[in-house]
């Protein structure tokens, strides 16, 4: 049995939908609905009556649910008593970050935080877009940090979640270039002679940004994919290998650029072969934390008051945007 059940279960009790609960618990309708069925499975009772609208818990459910709270509550305390054991990392801002921002941005935005607003100490989570959103909603972390692109937005309440931008990042396909400095494959490519194409992974939030580009490109590209992963990183290794184009952050690539060992595979013509994303931090508000109620205290482990430090550096952010 999976903590994680217990909130999902404590959150449809409230809710009453299984819609709702979804869509707080930053998951599928389908894959909520599968998580609800495993902890029916683990208590060997159903604990939802699925025969009434809008939805019931079962005499089995209402026990469960009281407690379920007494459990999370247990765990939340628990854990706020080992916290308090770590005095030494009660400086340590937590930021959860999607891999290829890992890579690429973070490492140059905190060298720019330490001349600017001063020292800092940090620890970076690198994960998935997904588990790096959810480590956010779970109170896993202080700040996240993530792409955001109008056709692809974070379901992220507003009025839980306040934001403030970082910066712009730029997607762009790139190449090997040949001996005399030309790129080696060269868009749009032929239907008869297709190019190599290195693409991401189903699923991954750069793949989605460059499927965008692909069909909203004023020529028909062919391609012939032959390679895949979900990190840009891995993408570009094999870029510079020479093994295809491939559709990469500007910040992973500036100095692969500088010494020409990448160029770009888009003729001048080709004017609309790029998107523009957003780099965002998000933070839960504090106001938030302070006024959730105890139920719903006890399905978080992020209910405890901001960090000194982190507050002060969300505070720097938004005076660089006013």
Request: hydrophobic content about 40%; aromatic content about 8%.
């Amino acid at each position: 049995m999976e903590t994680k059940w217990l909130e999902d279960f404590v959150s449809l009790a409230e809710t009453r939908s299984f819609s709702r609960s979804a869509q707080l618990r930053h998951v599928t309708q389908p894959a909520f609905s599968r998580r609800i069925q495993s902890l029916e499975a683990w208590a060997g009772s159903d604990l939802v009556d699925r025969s009434s609208y809008p939805t019931r818990l079962t005499p089995a459910g209402e026990t469960l649910y009281a407690q379920a709270l007494e459990v999370l509550q247990a765990l939340q305390t628990t854990r706020a008593m080992l916290r308090g054991h770590a005095t030494a990392a009660q400086d340590v801002i937590e930021f959860a970050v999607p891999h290829t921002l890992a890579f690429t941005f973070f490492p140059a935005w905190v060298s720019k935080l330490r001349d600017n607003f001063g020292p800092i100490k940090s620890r970076l989570i690198a994960l998935n877009v997904h588990d790096a959103v959810m480590r956010l909603v779970e109170g896993s972390c202080d700040l996240l940090i993530a792409y955001h692109h109008p056709s692809q937005p974070y379901q992220l309440d507003t009025e839980r979640y306040e934001m403030v931008s970082l910066g712009e990042e730029l997607v762009a396909p790139y190449v090997k270039p040949d001996a005399h400095g030309n790129p080696m494959y060269e868009l749009p490519g032929k239907p008869t002679r297709p190019l190599p194409y290195l693409g991401y992974a189903q699923g991954a939030y750069l793949g989605q940004m460059v499927e965008l580009i692909l069909k909203r490109c004023s020529a028909p590209i062919h391609f012939d994919r032959v390679y895949e992963t979900d990190m840009a990183e891995g993408l570009k290794a094999m870029a510079l290998e020479g093994h295809g184009i491939a559709f990469l952050p500007t910040s992973a690539v500036q100095k692969e650029l500088r010494a020409q060992k990448l160029v770009s595979a888009a003729p001048p013509d080709l004017k609309d072969m790029h998107i523009t994303m957003d780099v965002r931090a998000y933070r839960e508000r504090p106001s938030h934390r302070e006024t959730l109620k105890p139920s719903s205290q006890s399905c978080r482990a992020g209910a405890e008051m901001p960090k000194r430090d982190a507050q002060a550096l969300w505070d720097y952010l938004l005076a660089q945007k006013a």
